[in-house]
């Protein structure tokens, strides 16, 4: 895995940077928003963001919810809720949960508007900053929760630069993260999510591996799914042998018989990522 984390482009002195104006602008900060992808929260996270924000108010928003199992989402909610973190499924494309966002903040930080009122600062904004790893969706989340576009949405990691403030209502401003905060790349497993969702590019690591890494994932949690979408299979194959069955279902067969299963994987890849084969979570509770 050590070369495909150079690959990826992991930059400790970029994060160290990230880290540190973070931790300088953290005083007039009231409260963090952390964007993550619902399919896999775990992955999607900076594992420093907790020890970075230290005591601030911590409100995570699941986005691609859509794309997403409801059932785990809501068990994901219920874990964070459990931590004393509130949590919102949230869909940027649609805009759905976005307006659950605002109240979310002040319901968290009523203590402080409370506060605000008896000294007579009434009109004083609550400051959030929005943080997430490189295509979650934070930008976007930014653009559609302000109504405009000035937070530049791109899909490549580190498109978003300075400090960027949005004021949302009388009531609400936003931050825009000042720096890139990263995924833990060390762990094989963050690295293979990410790359299976299309958070990183499909060049970084094998198809083939990724397509199993997802056939071992759904065949124990959704093999109804998986039928449904291909027909009968023998889920007491290894990972290789039934992405071959699924190809040449497909017709992906090679001279000899034998099925294409670069072919085959590219197929699962992208079939999982435009949701044909349904609404899917990769991580669970469970494995928290």
Same mark, same amino acid.
């Given at each position: 895995m050590a070369e495909n984390r150079q690959t990826i482009q992991w930059f400790p002195g970029h994060m160290a940077k990230t880290k540190r104006k973070i931790k300088e602008i953290l005083? %007039?900060?009231?409260?963090?928003? =952390? +964007? $993550?992808?619902? &399919?896999?929260?775990?992955?999607?996270?900076?594992?420093?963001l907790k020890e970075i924000i230290e005591n601030k108010p911590?409100?995570?928003?699941?986005?691609?919810?859509?794309?997403?199992?409801?059932?785990?989402?809501k068990e994901w909610i219920d874990f964070y809720k459990a931590n004393g973190i509130t949590a919102i499924?949230?869909?940027?494309?649609?805009?759905? /949960?976005? *307006?659950?966002?605002?109240? *979310? +903040?002040?319901?968290?930080?009523?203590d402080k508007l409370e506060s605000y009122k008896e000294k007579g600062m @009434? /009109?004083?904004?609550?400051?959030?900053? $929005? $943080?997430?790893?490189? *295509?979650?969706?934070?930008?976007?989340?930014? *653009?559609? %929760?302000?109504?405009?576009?000035?937070?530049k949405a791109e899909n490549r990691p /580190? @498109?978003? &630069? /300075?400090n960027q403030w949005f004021t %949302?209502?009388?009531?609400?401003?936003?931050?825009?993260?000042?720096? @890139?905060?990263?995924?833990?790349?060390?762990? =094989?497993?963050?690295? =293979?999510?990410?790359? $299976?969702t299309?958070? @990183?590019?499909d060049q970084i690591l094998d198809a083939e591996l990724l397509a199993m890494r997802l056939l071992e994932i759904l065949a124990t949690d959704y093999p109804d799914l998986l039928t449904a979408r291909y027909g009968e299979l023998d889920f007491s194959l290894d990972a290789y042998d039934l992405l071959g069955v699924i190809g040449k279902k497909r017709g992906m067969v090679i001279r000899g018989g034998e099925t294409d299963t670069l072919r085959a994987a590219n197929m699962l890849l992208e079939e999982y990522r435009n949701q044909k084969i349904g609404n899917i979570t990769l991580e669970r509770v469970k494995n928290a």
């Open positions: 005083p %007039i900060i009231d409260a963090v928003a =952390e +964007v $993550v992808d619902a &399919r896999i929260p775990l992955s999607s996270r900076n594992p420093d911590h409100i995570i928003l699941l986005n691609k919810c859509d794309m997403a199992d409801a059932n785990a989402t499924p949230i869909d940027c494309k649609s805009g759905k /949960g976005l *307006n659950a966002f605002k109240d *979310n +903040v002040k319901l968290a930080l009523k @009434v /009109g004083k904004p609550l400051r959030v900053m $929005v $943080v997430g790893i490189p *295509n979650v969706g934070k930008s976007s989340f930014i *653009n559609k %929760i302000a109504g405009r576009t000035r937070a /580190g @498109v978003t &630069r /300075g %949302i209502d009388k009531q609400l401003e936003l931050l825009d993260t000042p720096g @890139v905060l990263w995924p833990k790349f060390e762990d =094989e497993t963050v690295g =293979e999510h990410l790359a $299976v299309g958070a @990183v590019k």
